[in-house]
């Protein structure tokens, strides 16, 4: 992720920096922990005097770093914590998000779910922030049109999920929704698949999108009969494609996941330097405010709320189809939610 | 940019360690009890103080029952391990900060499970001036750390201490002249955790934000680090163990920005501290500080103060 940063401020110092001056970065690493994040931050704060930070990588490290920037006043753009419990804290002023909250996924998931008319549904998460957060969302998005039967929370470390699987079967939904990554999924697939779960509708998330869910046959044959998804969507060409060309130039490789919102976190940032002419938090805040309504984005359309939450996102829904001997994922949508 | 603010930050967390280490250090270096649970303690201590101060508790409250709280699973959960050997004694301690964690993460009820749980810090009330909360932080961790200190320092030079230093060295040889080892052990990992214990809801308070993610075992790996650099069975060793990883925990970080490194900053931190303590365990086991001699009262003072007494019976 740290490249896109890179490649934004490459691109904006060889055009001739920001007013006048050229961007220097500086980069820490936050080791997705809390108090290390925030000792990086106030390293980065207190002894290289940097008021414009992208940061922090998780919800769990911008609970800690929120209330110390909003103390000192300097400014924090998270391109990937997602949690809706960042929503509404009392630190908010100096915190914003180019990432959609979580809760719009959970809507995205829950309304195609309604879509197809399911009436029983047993959500499978797992047992992490972003799995609790997602499975309280779709909960409460469901609205009582569709029965939630039972939330399973699983450890994403385990091998077996077969106690789990056999509660499903036992509880005979229509619909299962399931929040989980890679390697827990094609776990669960398997066993799914061998339980003869495959006669339900599996809905999943952004987690266990990846051509790294193919490594077990026995997972893709399942995704292909069973399941459709969401994930983040980034536009279809224009901006995201120069993007992508820009990226695989200078770095060989595709963007990974949330490139596309950091770069995005760092163009708004020092555009919003250059339209104030200055680097002052307070004056680039509310220049972000102003800026970030209908921006147009590598990761799409980009509108802030007033606390500084991106206000909608683009959903693709997914599907996995199977091509001669070959399985590949497939966009059935796009999503727009609010 | 106001590096005091930064300095102050680094003393805050070398102090919270520190006491972590002197905990360690009456466990470890003066009782011999290897117990790679420490994690497990601050991490009680750290959710005591962060559900108390949830519920309005004043500061000192909360610290005291962090503190207790610590204290009360380290006495219980001692009770059945200490008649195990020493190594055992290690295996039980490092499952049980993984169960506590783990607990904790599943059960939302508790302390918002996986989400985390804010702590309301303990000054915020009082003040707004960033500089007076700084102040009061340093002014906080320090108190604790020096109260501790003179504590542990008080307690090992005493002849209670004589009998932990007894048991390290031959537990068989304390219990033929009558000491019931188990009572000792006890008392030295109950003390040590109301210590952790205390370190922990510190750590809370200045976070201002906890979840299960950040109690992994990696944390009890540190106090070791700490306690074997520093110099085990020397308190002033566990003090300058704390700051000494400290120090070089945020030094390679600075040292990245002037120096360009062939390796990634965070990641050289990790080998310079695997070196060091390889390097320190073959050439000077004894740590910075070598442990020195007890410092009970001679033999013929301890006369003198009994025969001033009263009672004289």
């Known amino acids: ?338 | 940019m106001d590096p005091l603010f930064y300095i102050a930050d680094t003393l805050v967390f070398a102090g919270i360690f520190a006491l972590l280490t002197l905990s360690l250090n009456l466990e470890y270096g003066f009782t011999g009890l290897g117990n790679f649970g420490k994690v497990a303690f601050f991490m009680a201590g750290a959710y005591t103080y962060a559900v108390m101060a949830s519920a309005h508790m004043p500061c000192y409250l909360c610290l005291i029952g962090a503190g207790l709280a610590a204290g009360l699973i380290g006495f219980l959960i001692t009770f059945p391990v200490l008649r195990l050997r020493e190594d055992y004694l290690a295996i039980v301690t490092l499952s049980f900060g993984e169960i506590l964690r783990i607990t904790i993460k599943a059960q939302e009820g508790i302390a918002g499970g996986v989400q985390g749980i804010v702590v309301p810090g303990a000054f915020a009330p009082f003040t707004d001036s960033v500089r007076l909360l700084a102040l009061a932080n340093i002014g906080l961790v320090l108190f604790c750390l020096l109260f501790t200190f003179l504590l542990v320092q008080l307690l090992t030079h005493s002849p209670y201490g004589r009998i932990l230093r007894g048991i390290r060295e031959d537990e068989t040889a304390m219990q033929a002249i009558g000491k019931n080892t188990v009572i000792y052990k006890a008392g030295a990992l109950a003390t040590g955790s109301v210590i952790a214990g205390v370190a922990g809801g510190l750590f809370a308070q200045y976070i201002s934000f906890i979840d299960p993610y950040m109690f992994l075992p990696l944390v009890t790996f540190f106090v070791w680090i700490m306690l074997i650099l520093g110099g085990p069975g020397n308190n002033w060793g566990a003090l300058l163990g704390g700051l000494t990883v400290e120090l070089i925990n945020r030094g390679t970080r600075i040292a990245k920005d002037y120096l360009s490194l062939p390796v990634d900053p965070n990641n050289l931190q990790f080998i310079l501290f695997g070196m060091l303590i390889i390097l320190f365990l073959l050439y000077r086991p004894q740590g910075l500080l070598p442990e020195g001699p007890v410092k009970t009262a001679a033999r013929k003072e301890v006369l003198r103060w009994r025969s001033s007494l009263p009672t004289g019976s």
């Open chain 1, 1 to 338: 992720m740290a490249k896109a940063v890179e490649l934004a401020v490459e691109e904006v110092n060889d055009a001739g920096g920001v007013n006048g001056r050229q961007v220097k970065l500086y980069q820490e690493d936050d080791a997705t922990d809390p108090a290390t994040c925030l000792t990086a931050i106030k390293k980065l704060v207190e002894l290289n005097d940097v008021k414009l930070i992208i940061g922090s990588m998780t919800s769990g490290a911008s609970m800690t770093c929120g209330p110390y920037v909003a103390e000192r006043k300097v400014l924090l753009v998270s391109p990937s914590a997602t949690s809706p419990e960042l929503t509404g804290q009392p630190w908010r002023d100096y915190y914003f998000r180019t990432c959609p909250s979580d809760t719009f996924q959970g809507k995205v998931m829950a309304k195609i779910a309604l879509d197809e008319g399911l009436k029983k549904a047993v959500i499978l998460a797992m047992d992490n922030p972003y799995g609790t957060g997602l499975a309280k969302v779709i909960e409460s998005a469901l609205g009582g049109e569709a029965e939630v039967l039972t939330v399973i929370k699983y450890d994403p470390a385990k091998k077996d999920y077969l106690t789990e699987l056999t509660q499903i079967k036992n509880l005979n939904p229509d619909g299962v929704f399931h929040i989980g990554f890679n390697d827990d999924g094609r776990v669960i697939y398997q066993q799914a698949l061998n339980l003869g779960l495959d006669k339900m509708r599996w809905i999943g998330c952004d987690g266990v999108y990846g051509t790294g869910m193919f490594a077990t046959k026995a997972a893709a044959e399942f995704m292909a009969k069973a399941m459709v998804g969401t994930r983040p969507a980034s536009p279809e060409g224009g901006k995201y494609e120069e993007f992508r060309q820009a990226y695989l130039a200078k770095f060989n490789t595709e963007p990974e996941v949330f490139c596309d919102t950091i770069y995005d976190a760092t163009k708004l940032i020092l555009d919003a330097c250059a339209k104030t002419g200055t680097d002052d938090p307070a004056k680039v805040r509310e220049a972000l405010l102003s800026l970030g309504r209908d921006y147009e984005g590598v990761s799409g359309r980009l509108t802030f709320d007033g606390q500084g939450d991106r206000i909608s996102g683009v959903y693709e829904l997914w599907a996995v189809v199977k091509k001669g001997e070959e399985y590949a994922f497939e966009r059935v949508r796009l999503i727009e939610a609010e």
